[in-house]
C-alpha cells in the first residue's frame, strides 16, 4: 500500500512538472507570436470590408454656392423643397455602397438637426416650417436600406460665440451627445481637423470628445487626421499610397499637423492599427454647385478611384453632395449606377479553382505562407484574365511587405506583376494574359503570411 502510495504521489509530481512546463512553453510562443504583432480591434475589423462608403455634404454652402461658409449665413436660406433623403440611399445601395455620413455640422456651424444647443439649425429655415431634421431622415433611410450611417460634426465652428473659449468644448460635446443619443446606432463619427488661418485659438478637447464617442456608441470608429480608429489618407485626390500599412505611430501625430505623406503611406513598424480611409468627391467641391453638373467624375473614374483605396488596402469614402432641391443629381446617379455595373461584371467570377481556403470569401481561412515560399494558383484550363486580389487575415495582423506574381506561358514562368502592401484588400491591373496558372512569391514579410483569399478575374469592357 505505502509503496502504490509513493509511486502514485511520484507519477503525479511528474505529471505537474510535465504539464507545467508544457503549460509555459505553450505561453512564451504564445506571447512571442503576439509580441509586436499590431492587430485590429473588432469595430476596425468591422470597418474595413465596407470598401465603399459615401459623404453627403449639406448644408447652407449648398445655397450659398461656396465650400466654406462664415457662420454669417441667414438659416432662411435653407429650403430644400423637395428633400427626399429616401432618393438619396437608395442609389448608394443601388451603386453598392455600405455607409452613409451626412455633415450634421460643417465649418460654418448650421446645424442640419434641430440642435437644443443653438437656434442656427433647421429649426429656423423655412424647409418643414422650422419642423424638419435632415440627420433624422438620413438615419432612417439608412436603416431602411440596410446602409450603416455615420456623422460629421465639425469642430471648427464660425458662427458659435463660444468658439474659442473652454465653454466651447462643452457646447460642442453636447451637440456631440446629440447625435450619439438621438440617431439609432451610428457607425462612424468624422472629427475634421480642418481650420481657417484666421480661425480663433481654440484647443479642441479630444480626449473628451472620444470618451463621449466611446461611452454612447461603443461600436463606432472614430476617423481623424491620425485616429484613433481610422487616419485621413493625406491627400483628397483619392489616392491611397502603393505602399499602405494599417499600422501607424500615432504618438506626437494631432489632427490637422500630421504628415500627409506618412498618412498615406502608414508605417511597417507602426505600433498602431489605424487603417486609412480616402475620402474624395464625385465633383470638384464637397458641396454642391451648379456649375459642376457637367464636372461629375464618370463611372470609369469612379472604378478607379476604387482600385487606387479599396484595392490599396484603404476604405473609399466618396462625397455626393445632395442638391438645392435636396435631392442627388442626375448625373451622380448615373455614373454611380454604372461605376457598381463594371465592379459587378469584373468581380463576379473568379477564375482560380480548386482552392477553397483561398477562395470562400472568409479571411478565417488561410494559408499560412513564409518569405519565398512559392504558392501555384490554378485556373483549371487555360484562361484570360487582367486583374487580381490578394487578401491578408488583418485579424492577425498585415505582414506582406513586398511580392510578385508570375505566370506560366506553356514552358517558363513569366513576371507578371510586383507589389507591396496587401493588407485587407490588394487588386492588382496589368494587360490581359492567357495562362492556366499563376505563381505567387511573397519578398518581404512582418512574419508568416497568413494569406486570406486569392481572386484572378477578367476586367468588365467597360472598364
Ligand atoms: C475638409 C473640409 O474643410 C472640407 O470642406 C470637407 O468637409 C472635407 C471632407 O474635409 O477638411
Known sequence: MLSYFTFNGMNRFLCTVVCTLLLLSSFVCY????????????????????????????????????????????????????????????????????????????????????SKMTNHSVKSSPWKNGKGDVVKEVAD?????GLKFGVYLSPWDRHEPRYGTAAYNDFYKSQLRELLTNYGPISEVWFDGAKGENAKDMTYDFAGYWALVRQLQPNAVMFSDAGP????????????????????????????KADPGYLNRGDATGRQWVPAETDVSIRPGWFYHPSEDSKVRSAQNLVNLYYQSAGRNSLLLLNVPPNRDGLLSEP????????????????????????????????????????????????????????????????????????????????????????????????????????????????????PVQLAEIGVYKASSGE
Not at 141 to 145: D, G, H, K, L, V
Not at 374 to 399: C, H, T, W, Y
Request: glycine share 8%.
Open 31 to 114: 506571447a512571442q507570436e503576439k509580441k509586436g504583432v499590431v492587430q485590429p480591434t473588432p469595430r476596425q475589423l468591422a470597418w474595413q470590408p465596407l470598401e465603399t462608403t459615401a459623404f453627403l455634404h449639406f448644408t447652407v454652402n449648398t445655397f450659398t454656392d461656396k465650400e466654406w461658409g462664415d457662420g454669417t449665413e441667414s438659416p432662411a436660406i435653407f429650403n430644400p423643397t423637395k428633400l427626399d433623403a429616401r432618393q438619396w440611399i437608395k442609389a448608394l445601395k443601388e451603386a453598392g455602397f455600405k455607409m452613409a455620413i451626412i455633415t450634421a455640422k460643417h465649418h460654418d456651424g448650421f446645424c442640419l438637426w434641430p
Open 141 to 145: 433611410a439608412c436603416r431602411e436600406f
Open 229 to 256: 480608429d481610422v487616419r485621413w489618407v493625406g491627400n483628397e485626390a483619392g489616392n491611397a499610397g502603393e505602399t499602405c500599412w494599417s499600422t501607424i505611430n500615432t504618438e506626437g501625430l494631432a489632427p490637422g
Open 332 to 447: 451622380d446617379i448615373a455614373s454611380l449606377r454604372e461605376f457598381r455595373r463594371i465592379l459587378d461584371e469584373t468581380f463576379k467570377q473568379n477564375l482560380v479553382g480548386g482552392q477553397p481556403s483561398l477562395t470562400d470569401k472568409k479571411l478565417t481561412t488561410f494559408t499560412t505562407l513564409s518569405a519565398n515560399q512559392p504558392l501555384v494558383i490554378s485556373l483549371g484550363a487555360e484562361k484570360s484574365f487582367d486583374r487580381m486580389a490578394i487578401q491578408e487575415n488583418i485579424a492577425n495582423g498585415q505582414r506582406i511587405a513586398s511580392g510578385r506574381v508570375e505566370y506560366w506561358d506553356g514552358s517558363n514562368w513569366k513576371p507578371l506583376q510586383t507589389f507591396t502592401t496587401v493588407g485587407y484588400k490588394r487588386l492588382l491591373r496589368f494587360p490581359a494574359v492567357t495562362s492556366s496558372k499563376l505563381r505567387l512569391l511573397i519578398s518581404n514579410a512582418n512574419g
